[in-house]
Structure formats: C-alpha cells, structure tokens
C-alpha cells in the first residue's frame, strides 16, 4: 500500500523571512506559520486555538519568500513533514518537526492589499538535499 506524507497550510508568517546560506551556497530559510481555528464550547462561549509550524524553504524557494513575504503575509505551503534531532547549546537532545516547503503561494500581503497576482507560485521536488524546485 502507498503511503503519503505531505502537509498543507494555509496561515500567517510569524515573522518577516531571512534567508541564510548553506555550506553549498544554497539558499535557506525557516519561519513559523500561524493557523487558526475557532468553536464554540458546550456552555456557547467562543473559544479560538492557534498552532505555529515550523516551515523550512529551500533554494530560489526560500530567496522568493524572502522577496515577497513579510511579518503577517497570508501564504499557502504543502511539503512532507520531516523530523531531526540536533544537540543543544545547552547539551540535551532536541528533536525537531519541520514542515519541508515543495509549493508556495502567496495569498496576501496586508501592505500590499489582498491579493498578490504578480508572485509566482512556486513547485518543486526537494529531496533531503534541497536540490533548487522548479518555478511555474
């Protein structure tokens, strides 16, 4: 049987995107995208939630974000979810989960109006070593 990994969010930037470069050159960056969602509980007061996930870009991808996107920009991301383990500064094992981009679009941008037509979305295969999406 198929299996499938793949996420999509739809959501805010937490913060405006800063891109930093691989040993190879290669572009990266990760932001933390926003969603919420809304109910009301049995007593019929509103209760809201939101979640931040962690969403690394690769590549031409992660140098457009950081070319269209700020703080607040509305996008929409699909990718696989990966995990990873890193060591702290403070020595303790960490673990990690990441949404890795493979499309972009950007919905909005609140300084620009609703809307944003001129921003390529943007597809592509990455595989662990983020080689560069292709641009539709």
Known sequence: MTTVNNLTVIGYLGATPEVRYMTDGGATTTV???????????????????????????????????????????????????????KGKDQQDHTVVELHARTLKVLSRKDLGEGIDD??????????????????
């Open 119 to 136: 921003v390529p979305v943007i597809e592509g295969s990455i595989d662990d070593e983020g080689d560069m999406p292709t641009i539709n």
């Open 32 to 86: 933390s995208i926003a969603t919420s969602d809304s109910w009301k509980d049995k007593e019929g007061q509103h209760q809201s939630r939101t979640e931040w996930h962690q969403v690394v870009f690769f590549r031409k991808m992660a140098e457009i974000l950081a070319e269209y996107a700020r703080k607040g920009t509305l996008v929409y991301v699909t990718g696989p979810v990966r995990k990873r383990q890193y």
